[in-house]
Nanobody, 126 residues
Framework: VQLQASGGGLVQAGDSLRLFCVASGGSFRSYTMGWFRQAPGKEREFVAAIRGSGGGGSTYYGGPVKGRSTISRDNANNTVYLQMNSLKFEDTAVYYC??????????????????WGQGTQVTVSS
């Protein structure tokens, strides 16, 4: 499975941004798709995930973005989206999409995802 993330850019605090991740190869609809981010000097952290067909498309969010972001997927086009609103300076990071079959309790765990995209930079100016 190859993942291509895009949609990042330079925005101002308070703006919105929509990230995309297109998958090729594999059975997209079966995968749990996740977004993680890594800010300079910090560890990679969980942003959001959406379960595959077996999980009914349930969504999960990490603490920093909960209430401000929405993850969704389009199985027909092998694409997962991350809509981020009310962006803050601390949202500045490289955002990575990932695919895997994590058990429910590991939905936010990096090592539970087998495939990773190259990342897209989001920079929020204050």
């Amino acid at each position: 499975v190859q993942l291509q993330a895009s949609g990042g850019g330079l925005v101002q605090a308070g703006d919105s941004l929509r990230l995309f991740c297109v998958a090729s190869g594999g059975s997209f609809r079966s995968y749990t798709m996740g977004w993680f981010r890594q800010a300079p000097g910090k560890e990679r952290e969980f942003v959001a995930a959406i379960r595959g067909s077996g999980g009914g498309g349930s969504t999960y969010y990490g603490g920093p973005v909960k209430g401000r972001s929405t993850i969704s997927r389009d199985n027909a086009n092998n694409t997962v989206y991350l809509q981020m609103n009310s962006l803050k300076f601390e949202d500045t990071a490289v955002y990575y999409c990932a695919a895997g079959h994590p058990i429910l309790s590991a939905t936010g765990t990096q090592r539970a995802y087998r495939y990773w995209g190259q990342g897209t930079q989001v920079t929020v100016s204050s």
